[in-house]
């Protein structure tokens, strides 16, 4: 498998909404595969496959507690209900680099999805690792943390994000 590379923003990809996979089969494998390692090799609490430049509906999430590695990997990921509870995070991106915001969303949530197993599951999530899959949803949806933000303050955190791209060669 080609190893994966990070799709840096601004990038109208970021804008698309990914497809449902059909069939788990030995390419959607080597994905998730290849997402796992993305993850691990940058240090992050969250992948989608969108943030690749595949527009497929994957994510993997580990929030590495205890330096533990527990990916879930989440094939179709759908919130299918959430709370009315808020809480706010700053939340940054792999994929803007430079740049981060306080983002207010529900404090709680499930989600439906399937494992690589092709096996339906059922999460509750809540805290921080709610942030995380509603955060790495939102790539498969078409939309970024940054477009819970004002327009002057995501042109902000934009120009932040190519000028430390360019500086770091990206």
Same mark, same amino acid.
Request: glycine fraction near 8%; charged fraction near 30%.
């Given at each position: 498998?080609?190893?994966?590379?990070? #799709?840096?923003?601004?990038?109208?990809?970021?804008?698309?909404?990914?497809?449902? /996979?059909?069939?788990?089969?030995?390419?959607?494998?080597?994905?998730?595969? $290849?997402? &796992?390692?993305?993850?691990?090799?940058?240090?992050? /609490?969250?992948?989608?496959?969108?943030? /690749? $430049?595949? *527009?497929?509906?994957?994510?993997? /999430?580990? *929030?590495?507690?205890?330096? !533990?590695?527990?990916?879930?990997?989440?094939?179709?990921?759908? #919130?299918?209900?959430?709370?009315?509870?808020?809480? #706010?995070?700053?939340?940054?991106?792999?994929?803007?680099?430079?740049?981060?915001?306080?983002?207010? &969303?529900?404090?709680?949530?499930?989600?439906?999805?399937?494992?690589?197993? $092709?096996?339906? !599951?059922?999460?509750?999530?809540?805290?921080?690792?709610?942030? #995380?899959? !509603?955060?790495?949803?939102?790539?498969?949806?078409?939309?970024?943390?940054?477009?819970?933000?004002?327009?002057?303050? &995501?042109?902000?955190?934009?120009?932040?994000?190519?000028?430390?791209?360019? &500086?770091?060669?990206?």
């Amino acid at each position: 498998m080609t190893k994966l590379k990070l #799709v840096y923003g601004p990038n109208k990809i970021f804008k698309e909404q990914a497809l449902e /996979v059909a069939d788990i089969d030995g390419e959607i494998i080597e994905l998730c595969a $290849g997402l &796992r390692d993305i993850l691990y090799d940058e240090g992050a /609490v969250g992948v989608a496959a969108t943030m /690749v $430049g595949v *527009l497929k509906r994957i994510i993997v /999430v580990d *929030l590495q507690e205890d330096e !533990q590695k527990n990916p879930f990997l989440m094939i179709n990921p759908c #919130v299918s209900w959430h709370s009315e509870e808020t809480q #706010v995070f700053e939340e940054g991106s792999i994929c803007f680099p430079g740049a981060s915001a306080k983002i207010t &969303r529900p404090k709680s949530i499930k989600v439906e999805y399937i494992d690589e197993k $092709g096996v339906k !599951q059922m999460m509750e999530a809540e805290g921080y690792l709610s942030t #995380v899959i !509603q955060h790495e949803i939102d790539y498969l949806n078409g939309k970024t943390y940054l477009d819970y933000l004002s327009p002057m303050k &995501r042109s902000l955190l934009l120009k932040r994000t190519k000028k430390y791209t360019r &500086r770091s060669g990206f």
